[in-house]
């Protein structure tokens, strides 16, 4: 059974940072694409960073609105994703979702709980 357990949200004042790790077990991390997307009251769930496998060359993308603030990072040993968020804004509070992408067969793409972020001004 596959699961994925994120942490380190929370509140934080308007320019702070915080780290987010999602904890993956039940699939090897090394054959998945990672990501984080984010999902504000109202709003609909959008990408915020994601990464791929290793063998496929590790590429990084980001979404406009955070790129220069959040760097996305993996560590395949511990089957983890990360997500370091700095100058945070008050537009950046959402519950925060990791998902991993198998790319072998049968491709099936998992989602974790969610995890709150909220930035005061």
């Known amino acids: 059974q596959v699961q994925l357990v994120e942490s380190g949200g929370g509140l934080v004042e308007t320019g702070g940072s915080l780290r987010l790790s999602c904890a993956v077990s039940?699939?090897?991390?090394?054959?998945?694409?990672m990501g984080w997307y984010r999902q504000a009251p109202g709003k609909q769930r959008e990408l915020v960073a994601s990464i791929t496998t290793g063998a496929l060359g590790g590429g990084i993308d980001y979404a406009n609105a955070v790129k220069g603030r959040f760097t996305i990072s993996r560590d395949d040993a511990k089957n983890t994703v990360f997500l370091q968020m700095n100058s945070l804004k008050p537009e950046d509070t959402a519950v925060y979702y990791c998902r991993v992408t198998r790319t072998a067969w049968p491709f099936d793409v998992h989602w974790g709980q969610g995890t709150q972020v909220t930035v005061s001004s």
């Open positions: 039940g699939i090897a991390a090394s054959l998945s694409n």
